[in-house]
């Protein structure tokens, strides 16, 4: 049921409200971004780990005598490792996002700290007469976040 209500929550809509109600902090990013991007790495374990469950490799496992301790260690977790490192790549970028998202609108990053969010927000002033001031994160920004998510496709090619 908490994954169920997890998912059916808009995960922005979540840190926006949370974060006006709390105060924009690096602290209050960190919490809103592991309480609000764990269910998709639940799920994808979930999921495979159902369908490794039926493999061939693992009814030879229980026949050969393994404990389930072993079977989980030995078979399971080796295979789960990469759709994880897949659902975290991608994770990871859908994070660095929200924490501009949350930056750009205050919410987030306070203005000493460093953050891409915030330098848009506060070259938004100049974009007329200088816009390479806001130009300049927003395109590093894009693809970073194209280069982890490429990293994430070519992981997911190689597993």
Do not use: C
Request: hydrophobic share 60%.
């Amino acid at each position: 049921y908490i994954l169920t209500v997890r998912l059916s929550m808009p995960i922005i809509l979540v840190a926006l409200a949370t974060a006006s109600l709390v105060g924009g902090s690096v602290k209050v990013v960190i919490l809103l971004l592991g309480l609000l991007l764990w269910d998709r790495f639940l799920i994808v374990s979930r999921s495979v780990t159902r369908q490794l469950r039926e493999a061939e490799f693992i009814a030879a496992a229980k026949t050969l005598g393994a404990s389930s301790m072993f079977i989980m260690l030995r078979e399971i977790l080796p295979n789960l490792l990469g759709p994880l490192t897949v659902v975290a790549t991608l994770e990871i970028a859908h994070a660095i996002l929200l924490e501009a998202t949350l930056s750009f609108l205050g919410l987030g990053v306070q203005p000493p700290m460093p953050s891409w969010g915030l330098m848009v927000a506060e070259g938004k002033a100049y974009m007329f007469f200088q816009p390479w001031v806001i130009l300049i994160p927003g395109v590093v920004l894009a693809i970073l976040v194209l280069g982890i998510n490429l990293v994430g496709d070519g992981l997911r090619d190689v597993t």
